[in-house]
């Protein structure tokens, strides 16, 4: 029969045990007929099983126990209490306000301060989200402050024209001049008239 490891929840296996573990992960990675013999075996080690982890749920029960007597002893239990505490921590116990008041009140020794900085981390991320959801816990006490807006600097106006002085006349507009006026034809020279000479010839 499989017994337990220890508090944190392991099972020691042995020979016999193992080699039925064995064929039951064969079985079921490549499915085959199993004997009568196998089924009769995973079944005893299935029960067997169950029955250790019951018997390893006791032990850590004992524990915690026990470091409840010492807690509540204390200051005169200190060493035992540190001792129980980390065992139980490494066994999956989550610490209570108890064991976090009685560790301040033990933070001169190293251990104690130790295990108080271990503890404030184990109960920040046993929270939902973990250390993110109590960063946000922490954001919703507090009074959210709205961003300053900065007056934003005037942009400076375009320099307008200078305004005419009194009294000044208006300059004319220019007509804009014709492609005529720029390029004048020139008009053909007048023939010379025919020579009568030539002519009577």
């Known amino acids: 029969m499989p017994t337990p490891y220890g508090s944190r929840g392991g099972l020691a296996f042995g020979a016999e045990e193992l080699r039925v573990l064995r064929r039951a992960l064969a079985l079921a990675l490549h499915p085959s007929p199993a004997t009568a013999d196998d089924v009769q075996d995973c079944l005893r080690l299935a029960a067997s099983l169950d029955e250790a982890t019951r018997e390893s749920a006791r032990l850590r029960a004992f524990l915690v126990a026990d470091l409840g007597r010492y807690r509540a002893a204390l200051p005169g239990t200190a060493a035992g209490y540190l001792a129980l505490l980390e ?8 610490p209570q306000p108890d064991d976090l008041a009685a560790l301040r009140a033990l933070r001169g020794n190293p251990t104690a301060a130790a295990l108080l900085r271990h503890c404030e981390r184990v109960r920040l ?10 960063g946000q816990e922490r954001e919703r006490g507090e009074p959210q402050k709205k961003p300053e807006r900065r007056p934003s600097a005037p942009h400076p106006a375009p320099n307008p024209s200078p305004a005419p002085a009194p009294g000044t006349p208006r300059p ?27 002519a009577a010839g």
């Open 87 to 94: 065992e139980a921590l490494g066994a999956g116990y989550r």
């Open 125 to 134: 991320t046993a929270l939902p989200g973990g250390l993110a959801s109590a």
């Open 172 to 198: 004319t507009r220019r007509p804009v001049p014709t492609p005529g006026e720029v390029f004048p034809r020139r008009k053909p020279a007048t023939p010379p008239p025919p020579d009568r000479h030539l």
